[in-house]
């Protein structure tokens, strides 16, 4: 069975190669046009999280703009990105259209709804909660090229994160790890989502711990449900 996974798996790496160039093409035109908007999304994230931001070197503001011009581009297009992943496996491992269309749209779905869970909900009380530090000694004062990185790799994770249902059914409809798998499992399950939450939360708390691990249990369930569901 190992074997023929692997097998799956590079036909699956050739038919996203074919896909590549046309989506760095995309990647790249969207990142130099979303660079123009940067101010205004700066402003709204700013005004969001009620930061100001500072710059210690020359470079240091272009090279924001132009990484937050980037994920901006990604999030935008992550239709189009799952679309091309979605195609790559489509072919080895006997996806219908019908399954592949499902698998595009629901991942889709998935990651917005992670990354405005995000954005509303995790960095807020994250933010707060490590800037809570202040004192009169201590004074915060944020670099943009680090707050961008900040911001985006949590939220692009949150997204990402939200997804496991779907990955669930893709291995179940392949017979890779059967729904029995996910069911019996559980408990090993509940460990890897809090060393996961640990690693991926902006502050090592428990409630912002509880505000990644709650919610992917909770997908997880939903996971397992959706198999019953679809009868795999």
């Known amino acids: ?8 798996i590079i036909q699956s790496v050739s038919e996203l190669r074919k896909s590549i160039l046309l989506l760095a093409i995309t990647i790249v035109c969207g990142t130099v046009g979303f660079y123009f908007l940067t101010s205004e999304i700066f402003l709204e994230l700013q005004q969001h999280l009620d930061q100001k931001l500072s710059f210690f070197s020359v470079t240091e503001p272009f090279l924001s ?11 935008s297009f992550m239709p189009l990105i799952m679309y091309c992943f979605w195609r790559a496996l489509a072919k080895p491992f006997g996806l219908s259209t019908q399954s592949l269309v499902f698998f595009v749209l629901s991942t889709s779905f998935l990651f917005y709804s992670g990354a405005l869970f995000c954005y509303f909900i995790t960095l807020p009380f994250g933010v707060d909660f490590l800037l809570g530090f202040e004192s009169e000694q201590l004074k915060p004062v944020i670099a943009i090229g680090k707050f961008v990185t900040f911001v985006t790799v949590f939220i692009l994770a949150f997204g990402v994160i939200f997804e496991l249902p779907i990955f669930m059914v893709f291995g179940a409809k392949t017979g890779m790890t059967p729904r029995s798998f996910f069911e019996k499992n559980r408990r090993y ?29 909770m997908l997880y369930e939903m996971g397992i449900l959706l198999l019953k569901v679809l009868r795999i």
Do not use: C, R, W
């Open 65 to 75: 703009h132009l990484k937050l011009a980037f994920f901006v581009t990604l999030f």
């Open 1 to 8: 069975m190992a074997e023929g996974v692997y097998q799956h």
């Open 189 to 217: 399950a509940v460990l890897i989502m809090s060393i996961v939450a640990a690693l991926l939360t902006p502050t090592p708390d428990i409630v912002n711990m509880l505000l990644m691990g709650v919610p992917l249990y």
